[in-house]
């Protein structure tokens, strides 16, 4: 069965420290990736995503991910956190057959101390 | 541009009930798709509708169904309620493309509330 798994449930971390999410996905063929993220308050928002090409992509607010395809991984990544990025942050995939639907992980919970 | 809306933003409603939510996709968007967001459970995928037909669902029982309009909005309506119903849902809308390609942009919710 497709799945995805976020190893870290909960993160705390100080201001400008660097950040790293892990993401992993069980899927036997070609997969679209996602992260989502989920601020206080606010609904999912679309961070970033890959769909081919070159597997080092970038996002909005200095957030970029890694495809891995041989550790089946899509890592999120931020040299220096804001307390503003404080949020839920959810990795997702879908896979090449047209299904339209989305496997998210159970997401992690980033809290940045000022 | 506006984004995806959904109402209402809350429901209460008493089991075996009905409940109806409705969604507005992002202007052009064509596809529109329902998640439930239940406590400890993650995100789950329900419903994939497009230019008004159903082209899939997720792994949840016939009394959850929906229907979407000429106009793209979509409904979801869940029958005969339970408590384990008590849920965030959410809307998604995308651009159709063939394939698998097409990210989806979520609307705020609807949170669903079976007493």
């Known amino acids: 069965a497709q799945s995805v798994s976020q190893h870290n449930h909960h993160v705390i971390l100080s201001e400008a420290a660097s950040l790293e999410l892990g993401c992993n996905y069980s899927y036997g063929g070609t997969v679209n990736l996602f992260w989502y993220v989920q601020y206080p308050g606010q609904h999912l928002q679309l961070l970033l995503k890959?769909?081919?090409?070159?597997?080092l992509v970038k996002g909005i607010k200095g957030f970029e991910a890694e495809f891995i395809k041989s550790k089946f991984s899509f890592n999120l990544r931020k040299p220096s956190v804001q307390w503003s990025d404080t949020a839920e942050y959810f990795c997702?995939?879908?896979?090449?057959?047209?299904?339209?639907?989305?496997?998210f992980g159970q997401g992690t919970t980033l809290q940045v101390k000022p | 541009e506006a984004g995806v809306t959904q109402s209402p933003t809350h429901l209460i409603k008493t089991r075996g009930q009905q409940a109806t939510l409705r969604c507005s996709p992002i202007?052009?968007?064509?596809?529109v798709y329902w998640y439930q967001q239940a406590l400890g459970l993650g995100l789950q995928f329900l419903l994939w509708?497009?230019?008004?037909?159903?082209?899939n669902r997720g792994n949840f029982p016939p009394r959850f169904s929906g229907r979407q309009f000429p106009n793209y909005s979509s409904e979801l309506n869940v029958n005969a309620l339970e408590l384990e119903d008590s849920a965030l849902y959410l809307c998604?809308?995308?651009?159709?493309?063939?394939?698998?390609?097409?990210?989806?942009?979520f609307g705020p919710g609807t949170r669903l509330t079976v007493t």
């Open positions: 998604a809308s995308s651009l159709y493309t063939s394939g698998s390609g097409g990210e989806q942009y």
């Open positions: 890959y769909f081919s090409g070159d597997p």
């Open positions: 509708y497009d230019e008004g037909e159903e082209r």
């Open positions: 997702a995939v879908k896979g090449s057959s047209n299904t339209g639907k989305l496997i």
């Open positions: 202007s052009g968007h064509t596809s």
